[in-house]
């Protein structure tokens, strides 16, 4: 019989994985458009559940009851009891504050997660001096502030690109070469800002204390998750952001620091691009976002601030007000052709309610050319462009208690099925309320 390499006889056909077992929900905005709630939805029937990159930078809500569970770095399917939840190797991950999150959570009534949670062991780990970092660049630049949450989500991911970063798997290996290795990282700090102030002593011995409280949940998430699909297990995946705050494909240098779209999934779980399955693209109805930068459909009037106080929009991570504008089909369909969305989702649907007319932008138009689906590279371009609405009217009715499409009032239906037309994309879910049955299935 013939052998291979390793001695090993080989197969006679490769040993395909079951068909697409890999959902995948991602923003297709600026973030904020309410992913935990259909993440919450659909692992419900899954068996693991994975954040593939970000760290607490981000903020998902989910209303299960009384209870409103806020997850940063916890992947939101964790609410659901027989969900395995992985934080995969493309995220970052601030210990203090996962554990910090844990506890809140747990008090509110997430149960038995301690049998439920796997953390990789190539995470790369965020430290204070990360988040201090982060602020000191933030101030220093000014008037021309990105608007980061100052959790050192981008120093982490820097000291990762340059190679001088510490990963999970060193904190529970060899603390001694742990302890030397976080001290050379604290220096290189040290040599580009001169009022870094770090009790070197002080972390070690938290991070002592740490590395035997996060110990238990670390695993090669790799092999856990190749024998999950080989097994046939549903996996879902919660993208953190959104695409227009991907690192390549977001408005730069208004960014987050990793890849929120949907090659981030592959990379940052080491799960195979034919494994992934339906991917599903949250849309918010109207348009939010956070930080400086060009906004081309920002309501900066009554609107605007009635938008703000129905949908309630401020920040869970920082507590920040949002901005708030009309929904942006051109960036819809920027989102699309990047990660070739197969349903949409659309969130907050009942802040539309009391409105007389509601307006979707439906092209640019910059030094006199009309663009309907290319979403600017530049920031002072986007900055520049002109935006024609389409002005469809209002339906003046409470959405809140609908629970079929046909429940909803036909204007409502009306604008689904528009942004349906314009995006290319059918909608599959509509979220009409906070609570976790407050979603209309579609199609």
């Not at 001096?129 to 100052?150: F, P």
């Not at 953190?240 to 991907?246: G, P, R, T």
């Not at 605007?304 to 106080?309: A, F, Q, S, V």
């Not at 932008?361 to 309907?372: P, T, V």
Request: aromatic share 8%; with cysteine.
């Amino acid at each position: 019989m013939a052998t291979s390499l390793n001695g090993l006889a080989p197969h006679k056909k490769p040993r395909l994985a079951p068909t697409n077992p890999v959902t995948v929900v991602l923003g297709s905005q600026w973030g904020d458009e309410g992913k935990g709630k259909i993440v919450d939805m659909i692992a419900a029937t899954a068996d693991i559940c994975c954040r593939c990159q970000g760290g607490n930078n981000a903020g998902h809500t989910v209303v299960v009851g009384d209870n409103a569970y806020e997850f940063h770095l916890l992947p939101s399917g964790i609410v659901n009891k027989k969900c395995t939840a992985i934080i995969g190797n493309g995220v970052v991950v601030h210990l203090p504050n996962l554990f910090e999150e844990i506890e809140k959570n747990a008090k509110k009534g997430m149960e038995d997660w301690q049998d439920r949670l796997l953390i990789s062991n190539r995470a790369h780990l965020v430290f204070d001096v990360h988040q201090m970092v982060d602020g000191l660049q933030e101030t220093g630049r000014g008037k021309h502030v990105i608007g980061t949450t100052k959790k050192g989500i981008g120093p982490a991911y820097s000291s990762k690109a340059t190679r001088n970063g510490l990963r999970v798997g060193d904190l529970v290996g060899d603390f001694s070469l742990f302890s030397e290795k976080f001290k050379k990282l604290v220096d290189y700090y040290r040599s580009h800002h001169d009022d870094l102030e770090v009790d070197v002593e002080e972390e070690l011995k938290q991070y002592e204390v740490l590395r035997n409280k996060v110990k238990p949940y670390v695993r090669d998430t790799i092999p856990f998750l190749s024998r999950a699909i080989k097994d046939g297990k549903s996996i879902l995946v919660e993208g953190a952001q959104s695409n227009v705050l991907d690192i390549d494909f977001g408005l730069y240098p208004f960014v987050t620091s990793s890849n929120c779209s949907i090659g981030g999934v592959c990379t940052g779980l080491g799960i195979p691009p034919y494994c992934l399955g339906d991917i599903v693209g949250v849309v918010k109805a109207y348009l939010t976002r956070v930080g400086s930068g060009g906004f081309p459909t920002e309501l900066q009037n009554e609107t605007g601030e009635r938008l703000i106080k129905i949908g309630h929009e401020y920040g869970v991570t920082t507590g920040r007000k949002r901005r708030v504008g009309w929904l942006d089909i051109v960036m819809l369909r920027y989102s699309n052709m990047i990660n070739g969305f197969s349903y949409l989702a659309i969130t907050k649907l009942d802040v539309l309610d009391d409105f007389d007319e509601v307006k979707i932008g439906i092209a640019y138009e910059l030094d006199g050319e009309k663009n309907y689906d290319s979403f600017p590279a530049l920031d002072e371009d986007l900055c520049r462009v002109e935006v024609e609405y389409l002005t469809l009217p209002g339906w003046k009715t409470d959405t809140s208690g609908a629970r079929k499409f046909t429940d909803l009032p036909q204007n409502a239906q009306n604008y689904v099925h528009k942004i349906e037309e314009l995006v290319g994309v059918p909608v599959k879910w509509i979220g009409v309320g906070q609570s976790r049955d407050s979603v209309i299935e579609v199609c």
